[in-house]
C-alpha cells in the first residue's frame, strides 16, 4: 500500500494549528491538521480557569474573519465585551466550532509519533500505524513539550512534582497541603483554584512582591487613546507595535529579542482574580528554592533575600513556572532533522514566513516567540503566524514537482505522542 501525499501536513490542533490551516485549505492547498481540536486547552489547563486575554485578542483566525469568537458568542448569548473574563471552557468549545467552520473534515485527530525526511518530503508516521508523506510540515505544538520545571525539584519523584500543565482537575488535591512555586497568573490562579476545591494551597516566589493588572478602563478620552493604544497584549504604544508589528521584531538583535520575550507581560496576575486570593492564600515571598527532599511528604529549602535558610513540609509541589522553547524538546522529530534546524540559543531560526532552516518545515506558536516576540506566547499572533505562514507554504509549494514513486512504508513503531 502506497503512503498518500498531500501538502501540508499541520501537526497541532491548537489556536495556531486551526488558524494556519483554514488559511492553507482556503489558498488551495491540500491540508490535513493532526490532532484533537484544542486538547491542551482541554485537558492541561485547570477547570474554572479564566483566560487572561481579552476576547477581542482571543480569535482564532481564517481568512475572511468570519469565525471570530464574537461570531460564537453572541448567538449563544455568551458575554464577549471587553473586560470580560472569557471561562475556559467557552473558549475551548469556540476553538471546537471554529474547527467544524473552518476546517471540517480536513482534521485527522490522530497523533503524531515521528516525523523524519524522506526524498525530499516528510514521513509523517501516526500513532495508528499509518505513514502519511507530506512536501510540507508545520509544527503548532504550543505549549506542552517546553514545560519548564526548576532543576531545585528534579529529584522528587512524579507522584509528588507536577507543572500546571498537567493539571485540569485540581479537585484530586481536596484536603491535601500544595505548595505552588512560581508568581505569575498560573501560580497564582491554580493556588486560588487549588483553595476554592478543598486544598490547602501556598505560593513561593522568588519576587519581593506579587504584581496585579489594573482594572481595564472601558471609558477612555480621545488622547488617551491616542497616548495609549490597546492592542492584544495590553495598552501602550510599545506592547502595540510588539502586538501589530510583530514582523518587526525579527529585524532586531537576537538578545534584544530575547530581553522583549522575557519582560513584555512578566509575571502578574489578572484584576479579576485578586479579590479571591488576597488574603486567602498564604505567600512565602523573596524566596530562592535551593532544594527538595521526599520523605513523608516534601520537604523545600528556600533561601530567603536576607540568606536564612527556611524548610517548608508539604505534601505536593506544582511548578507553576513557564515555559522555555528549546529545539531537542520536539520530541516527534527524528534527529536528523532536530540536527538541522539552526537555532538562536535553544529557540528555532526562522525565516520572514515562519520556515525554519530546513526546506518545507515551518513552525508556529510559542516555538515562534525568540523570531517574532511576545505575541507569539498568545492567541492573538494565530492571524498573523497564518497569513505568514500561508504566503510560504504557497511559495514553497508553487512549483510542485512530480509525484516520486513512493514504495510501501513498513507501519512504523507506535511511540509515545509529543504536542497537540
Known sequence: M?????????????????????????????????????????????????????????????????????????PRGLPCAYGTPIPLETFVDYGRWFHTQAIGDALDDSSV?????????????????QTVMARTVVLALGFLPFAHRPAALSGLPAAVVT???????????????????????????????LLERGARPRVVARRDALAWN????????????????????????????????????RHLPAAARRHIVRTTLGPAGSWWLRERFDGRVPVLLGQTLEGATHRDGVSLRLRGADGDLTTVHTDHVIAATGYAVDVARIGILDGRLTRAIRRSGTSPKLSRNFETSVDGLFAVGLAAAGTFGPVMRFVHGAGFAARRTTAGLTSRLKNRPPLPEVTPLDTPRVREHVGG
Open 2 to 74: 502506497r503512503a498518500p501525499i498531500i501538502d501540508v501536513a499541520v501537526v497541532g490542533a491548537g489556536p495556531y494549528g486551526l488558524s494556519v490551516a483554514a488559511h492553507s485549505i482556503a489558498a488551495g492547498l491540500d491540508t490535513r491538521v493532526y490532532g484533537r481540536p484544542m486538547q491542551a486547552w482541554d485537558r492541561h489547563m485547570p477547570r474554572g480557569m479564566l483566560l487572561k486575554s481579552e476576547p477581542a485578542a482571543s480569535n482564532l483566525a481564517d481568512p475572511r474573519g468570519d469565525y471570530g469568537l464574537e461570531t460564537y458568542c453572541e
Open 163 to 193: 507543572h500546571s500543565s498537567d493539571h485540569y482537575d485540581l479537585s484530586r488535591f481536596a484536603g491535601l497541603d500544595v505548595t505552588v512555586v512560581g508568581a505569575g497568573q498560573a501560580a497564582l490562579e491554580t493556588a486560588t483554584l
Open 214 to 249: 489594573g482594572v481595564p478602563a472601558t471609558d477612555r478620552l480621545a488622547i488617551e487613546r491616542a497616548l495609549a493604544p490597546r492592542s492584544g497584549l495590553g495598552t501602550g504604544w510599545r506592547a502595540w507595535v510588539w502586538s501589530e508589528l510583530p514582523g518587526t521584531v
Open 113 to 129: 509519533a515521528r516525523i523524519r525526511s524522506d526524498r525530499g518530503m516528510f514521513a509523517v508516521e501516526l500513532t495508528t500505524g
